[in-house]
């Protein structure tokens, strides 16, 4: 019988560590999938349209790429950091955007890009 209790818990002490590790590697998979999505559909609708040109020689040429109309406020953003990776002018966030507070940001904010 005392064996019996040993064995157990032997078996718990080895599987308590791996069900630690299990749930860390989830988490952290939830965490990066999380801050890598894209604005709200917005890549689903960019493949959309992407697929429906026709490639001409021209278009070859020169790639467009579309501006997006607002950014996702990710973790650790700024207004000077959302400037940099959009390249719209802090100035021009600010007044697109006059109720948005700078010292404030919240993830998952939206801050419009364009009119």
Same mark, same amino acid.
């Not at 709200?40 to 890549?43: A, C, L, Y």
């Not at 609708?45 to 992407?50: G, I, K, P, S």
């Not at 955007?97 to 364009?114: I, K, Y």
């Given at each position: 019988?005392?064996?019996?209790r040993?064995?157990?818990?032997?078996i *718990?002490r080895?599987?308590?560590? +791996?069900?630690?590790?299990?749930f860390?590697?989830?988490? *952290?998979?939830?965490i990066?999938?999380? &801050?890598? =999505?894209?604005d709200?559909?917005?890549?689903a609708? #960019? &493949?959309?349209?992407?697929s429906? #040109?026709?490639? &001409? /020689?021209?278009? *070859?040429?020169? /790639? %467009?790429?579309?501006? %997006?109309?607002?950014?996702r406020? !990710?973790?650790?953003?700024t207004?000077?950091?959302?400037?940099? !990776?959009?390249?719209?002018?802090? =100035?021009? +966030?600010?007044e697109l955007? /006059?109720?948005?507070?700078?010292?404030?940001?919240?993830?998952?904010?939206?801050?419009?890009? #364009?009119e």
């Open positions: 019988m005392a064996d019996n040993r064995r157990r818990r032997n *718990a080895f599987f308590a560590p +791996l069900a630690l590790v299990a860390g590697v989830a988490l *952290a998979m939830v990066l999938s999380f &801050t890598n =999505e894209q709200d559909g917005g890549d609708q #960019r &493949t959309t349209t992407e429906s #040109r026709q490639t &001409t /020689p021209e278009n *070859a040429q020169t /790639p %467009r790429r579309q501006r %997006r109309a607002f950014y406020v !990710k973790l650790n953003d207004l000077g950091l959302i400037a940099e !990776k959009t390249g719209v002018p802090v =100035e021009r +966030l600010q955007n /006059p109720e948005l507070d700078p010292q404030n940001l919240v993830v998952g904010q939206r801050v419009e890009l #364009r």
